[in-house]
């Protein structure tokens, strides 16, 4: 590829980018896009075949959560010759908190507008000022990455709609919403996990118009078995599993009829234990690209 084939081709990723993911005229999502932490042990053994596969069933957009050793570089190329745009990826809070400048910068040259913190360590959630410490490391972040034409994120589980002793009884999810500035720390929220965790996404998007630019499509089904899920529930497990979109319980066209009030630009469907794993992803696209809402 030469500079100038190079230029246009991310100019036209970083337009296309920049519009929501949805068409108002229609109400129909028209670029599904993946967490490909559906697909990490896939990933590990064959990166390339494991990218092109999942843009042949028909997803536009991967949300990235680890390189598997690959450069930025590599992972561009990748991407493009699979006409596939990668807007956001996840990355630690240790690396947020220390590796912050070089992932903004591997950021740029992969095309994502969005670097999403998706996790908190359980003994930080507990310590008195834990939550504090995190609503102030995403501020810095946040505001470091907007001057590199970034946006940060924060990713929920389940946990932060338990009430927190360290906060004295507010819910984690409401404090960070709170204490950290709009404009710096967006939310991408987790569909499935907001509705185990006993709360109403709309809700919070009359209270928060625009606050939540990317959003999971992950649905979850109350009947047997109960699994648990490593502390993304918070300290009790709630009863249920998770399941592909469209054969749990969230209401998935109610949220997305309100798109424009939450801010969604992007939608990115996980599931974080696929049976099989293509089978998964295919019966998930098709269930979300014929959605209308």
Known sequence: MN????????????????????TAETHQIERVGLQLYTVRDLMKTDFDG??????????????????FGKSPQDVRKILDSN????????????????KWPETLESA???????????????????????????????????????KADIQFAYHNHAFEFEPSAALGGKLPYDFLLAETDPKLVKMEMDLCWITVGG??????????????????????????PTKKYDGATGPASKPGHLVDPGQGEVDFKRVFAQSGKGGIQHYF???DEPKSPFDDLKTSYDYVAQLRF
């Open 83 to 98: 006409k596939l745009t990668s807007p956001s990826e996840h990355v630690s809070y240790e690396i947020v908190e220390k």
């Open 3 to 22: 500079r100038r084939t190079f230029i246009g081709t991310s100019i036209a990723a970083a337009v296309a980018a920049s519009r929501p993911a949805w």
């Open 199 to 224: 709360h109403d996404p709309v809700e919070y998007f009359n209270r928060y118009p625009g606050r939540f630019p990317l959003v999971h499509v992950k649905d979850w089904s109350t009947k047997a």
């Open 108 to 146: 740029h040259v992969i095309g994502q507008k969005f670097v999403v913190c998706p996790w908190i360590e359980i003994p930080q959630r507990t310590e008195p000022d834990g939550w504090k410490r995190a609503a102030e490391l995403f501020n810095r972040a946040g505001e470091a990455a907007q």
């Open 50 to 67: 494991t990218v092109a596969k999942v843009a042949q069933l028909g997803y536009k957009e991967v949300e990235f959560a680890g390189y």
């Open 269 to 271: 469907v996980e599931n």
